[in-house]
């Protein structure tokens, strides 16, 4: 059987996936949005494996080692993030995590409605787990990053994207077409676990809908977006956008964070708080717990897979030689335990593979891999 072809085994609560270090768990957090009280639920829950929520590049939270998976799920269940037991993998519905408060649309409401929808509507339990939703509010922050289904809004609506293309479908309510452009998939889908596998899929769909595919520069095209640090709002009050180093955010962390108010997950594996008064407090809350809130930080863009002893397949412990080898800021480096290259953001990123033999950038064998990298980042 074709490799992409093959029973989805996405992970999620209920069904976990075994890595070497144990179950590891996959949480849903529909638009990255965690309320005090679920992020102080998750942290509860992580106690049951190695203490630390992951934030992957959906916006959503894995724990691993799960050692109890039931008592897990009932605290998840408990901090309200299990709503649904049949569409609990299907869930993944990133949102832009400024939500309209630097420019543009405020999408809360909408990752909320289609959340619901998409929970009450027994056909959507055939979404793969890697099927995923995007929610930008103008700004670009999620439209370019490949989404199966995107409604972006618009000076008087949305617009529809599909599998990163832009369609001629706009519309005023965004959820419905959202919804129907997934039940296109599921008709066409055969076996694929994304839009962008199918032949033809998304000009398929939009088809379907009645509209066609417009040129991907005409809509998508968006400047770089910066995620950390201090940004002042549209009302006068501020954002805080913060790193956390491996996309692994400590318990100690998360409670830090929770202490000011709502927080919302990144797809870049950072966090971000809004509609401070003063961001002063925050920022010394998160640097004291060890968050990165400096944009010119030199773990900024630095991203690596899980790497020894978490995975079976890598070759090294890849987040240990990457701290070692931090040196100064500059372009994103991605470190990868193996060929899989498993966690490597979109985009241009220095790529840096273990073998048997040592370390590649960019597939070529290097002696001294912190020399290397250093180089290559200033490149």
Same mark, same amino acid.
């Given at each position: ?33 965690l309320?005090?009280d ?27 080692a ?42 809360t409401?909408v ?6 929808e ?28 490949g ?19 832009p ?28 839009l ?19 040129d ?13 640090g ?18 692994r ?5 998360a ?7 709502? /927080?919302? =997950? ?7 708080? %809004?509609?401070?008064?003063? @961001?002063?407090?925050? $920022?010394? &809350? *998160? ?61 241009? /990123?220095? =790529? ?7 370390? %590649?950038?960019?597939?070529? @064998?290097?002696?001294? $891999?912190? &020399? *290397? ?7």
């Open positions: 059987m074709n490799e992409r072809n093959r029973a989805d085994a996405c992970p999620g609560v209920l069904e976990p996936h075994h890595a070497a270090d144990g179950p590891l768990v996959r949480v849903r957090v529909p638009g990255g949005v309320s005090p679920a992020l102080r639920g998750l942290v509860s829950a992580a106690e049951f494996g190695d203490g630390a929520l992951e934030l992957t590049s959906r916006a959503n939270v894995q724990v691993r799960v050692r109890e998976l039931g008592a897990f799920e009932e605290r998840v269940r408990a901090a309200g993030l299990l709503p649904s037991r049949s569409h609990e993998r299907v869930r993944n519905i990133l949102g832009s995590p400024f939500s309209g408060r630097l420019g543009g649309t405020d999408v409401s990752n909320s409605v289609l959340d619901r998409l929970c009450s509507r027994t056909v959507f339990t055939e979404l793969p787990g890697r099927f995923l939703f995007a929610v930008d509010d103008g700004r670009g922050e999620v439209a370019g990053l989404a199966d289904v995107t409604v972006r809004a618009e000076t008087g609506g949305w617009r529809l994207l599909l599998a990163g293309a369609t001629t479908l706009g519309v005023g309510d965004p959820v419905p077409l959202a919804l129907r452009a997934a039940e296109e998939f599921l008709a066409i889908r055969e076996g694929h676990w994304r962008a596998e199918v032949p033809d899929g998304a000009a398929r769909v939009a088809a379907a809908l009645g509209g066609s595919l417009l991907r520069a005409a809509l998508i095209d968006a400047p770089a977006l910066d995620s950390i201090v940004f002042e709002q549209l009302d006068g009050r501020f954002a805080l956008g913060a790193l956390a180093p491996f996309g955010l400590t318990g100690e962390q409670l830090a964070l929770a202490e000011f108010g709502t /927080v919302r =997950l990144t797809p870049w594996r950072g966090v971000v708080l %809004l509609d401070l008064t003063d @961001p002063r407090p925050a $920022v010394r &809350a *998160a640097g004291a717990a060890g968050l990165v809130t400096e944009a010119d930080s030199p773990w900024a863009g630095v991203t690596a897979c899980a790497g020894k002893p978490n995975c079976a397949k890598a070759i090294r412990d890849v987040r240990a030689d990457a701290s070692a080898a931090i040196g100064a800021p500059g372009r994103p480096v991605h470190w990868a335990g193996c060929g899989r290259h498993c966690g490597k953001p979109r985009g241009p /990123v220095v =790529l840096v593979e273990a073998t048997e033999n040592g370390y %590649l950038i960019d597939g070529v @064998p290097v002696e001294d $891999v912190t &020399a *290397a990298v250093e180089t290559a980042r200033k490149q």
